[in-house]
């Protein structure tokens, strides 16, 4: 297949990926600073007015929770415990237990677009393909681990400072959070690099 016609059977794939890429940051650009400085403006579960932990996550008990602080709301239908008198800290570690995630899908998307792009120019079994489908597949392995720790570390240190009495534990979160889905995609997309990188070989050799 000529290039020309790779690069206009990838080309919508591209463009997708790169529409979602540029909302997503403009997302993160404008509610992630909002909520840190607007009292209007919340980013996910995070405000300066509000901070939410999953509740559902932390297995916190069904039955009544030991009086907590007038500031905190426990809500069993929503799965949350939220505080409305954040402080600065419990603020910067909500954020943190977001972010990694959106920063995640964000590089995924980046790399996907640029993966479409290069794919489109030098042919679907190029060494492009292979590297950017290889870049792909650690990036969501490694990185799913990276930003389920970092979430779980941020949401138990938050139930840990709105209840104390809970001692929500960080491995018992991060088994919660476990990415099995993202772990799934980056062992696809590996496999598609592999499989591409062996097709290569034996062209190769086979002349």
């Known amino acids: ?4 016609n790779h690069q206009e059977a ?10 979602l890429f540029y909302l997503g940051a403009a997302g993160l650009l404008i509610f992630l600073p909002g909520a840190l400085l ?16 999953p509740a559902e996550t932390l297995h916190l008990p069904f039955g009544p929770i030991d009086p907590p602080p ?11 415990v939220c505080t409305t008198d954040p402080v600065g800290s419990e603020i910067a570690v909500g954020v943190l237990a977001q972010l990694p995630k959106a ?6 998307l980046w790399t996907l677009r640029t993966m479409h792009r290069a794919t489109g120019r030098e042919g679907l079994f190029g060494q492009s393909m292979v590297r950017w489908t290889q870049r792909l597949s650690w990036w969501l392995l490694a990185g799913g681990v990276v930003a389920a720790a970092l ?7 938050l139930i840990n400072q709105i209840l104390p009495s809970e001692n929500a534990r960080v491995p018992r979160v991060f088994l919660d959070n476990f990415p099995w889905g993202t772990l799934l995609a980056g062992l696809g997309v590996l496999t598609v690099s592999r499989i591409t990188r062996v097709a290569n070989r034996e062209i190769a050799d086979s002349h």
């Open 1 to 4: 297949m000529p290039a020309t």
């Open 10 to 19: 990838l080309q919508p794939l591209a463009r997708l990926a790169t529409v």
């Open 38 to 53: 607007s009292p209007n403006v919340s980013y996910g579960d995070v405000s300066q007015d509000m901070v939410c932990v």
């Open 70 to 80: 007038p500031s905190v709301q426990v809500s069993r239908e929503a799965a949350k």
């Open 103 to 108: 920063l995640l899908y964000l590089g995924a």
């Open 151 to 157: 979430q779980s570390w941020g949401e138990a240190n």
